[in-house]
């Protein structure tokens, strides 16, 4: 009798373990699909991007009116440009307008930067939360989300001072720009956005921490 009880409970366990592989199994495999197909939509829009400037060349301006929806900032007058001749074809992805890439190298990173940062945009790639533009003189913020997958700017906590930073805008500029300054800080903390950079070219990283309790800054300036 005890034997049987014994085999039923085993029995059990066994299903429910069964269960549990099956269901990790899965969740790993929509993952690993999802982010394939994600990785091919990237390389299509960093490619139409690059063939834009080679055909095109030029640049835009966008003038922004809007509510940081991931973040707890409301940035108003937001304004991004780039400025160079009209003729550059407008390239979209996911239906945000790509505003220019970047590459980290030392974190094997690339990925088109969007003309805005949402709750939508983010979820697609890096955006631009606020500044001058991509390129411009003075400080542009980008932002992107720390997945645990590894995409976006989760590898960011990887860096560390003088590290490469390669931003390309619509006109086809390529800008080298040299990692000076890496930490953590309260996510209603906006002095990283507000600083004066001496009439210098900056950009400023922006991401969640692992624990989602503070903000991981990366200041970079252009390397002269």
């Known amino acids: ?35 394939y197909f994600q990785e091919q939509d990237i ?8 063939n834009s400037i080679i055909i095109g ?14 973040f707890n900032f409301t940035i108003a007058g937001n304004e991004v440009a780039n400025n160079g001749g ?3 074809r407008v390239v979209t ?39 001058p533009g991509l390129n411009q003189v003075g400080n542009t913020v980008i932002v ?8 976006f700017f989760s590898r960011n906590k990887e860096l560390k001072n003088d590290d490469e930073i390669y931003i390309t805008d619509t006109s086809g ?5 040299i990692i000076y300054n890496i930490y953590n800080t309260s996510a209603d903390d906006a002095d990283y956005i507000t600083r004066d950079t001496a009439g210098q070219r900056e950009i400023s990283l922006s991401t969640c921490t692992d624990d ?13």
């Open 93 to 131: 992805y996911k239906g945000f307008t790509v505003m220019g890439t970047i590459e980290i190298p030392a974190i094997d990173l690339e990925y088109p930067i969007l003309e805005r940062a949402t709750k939508t945009s983010l979820e697609a790639s890096v955006g631009i939360l606020t500044g």
């Open 57 to 70: 060349g030029g640049g835009n301006t966008i003038i922004q009116n809007t509510t940081n929806e991931s």
């Open 212 to 224: 989602s309790r503070y903000r991981l800054i990366i200041w970079a300036r252009e390397d002269i």
């Open 86 to 88: 009209s003729e550059n």
């Open 1 to 35: 009798m005890i034997d049987k009880r014994y085999n039923k409970v085993l029995t059990v366990i066994l299903v429910i373990v069964i269960i549990v592989i099956f269901t990790l199994l899965g969740f790993w495999g929509y993952d690993t699909i999802r982010r």
């Open 144 to 151: 992107g989300h720390n997945y645990r997958n590894g995409t």
């Open 173 to 177: 500029n390529r800008v080298k720009y």
């Open 43 to 50: 390389d299509t829009a960093l490619n139409e991007f690059n």
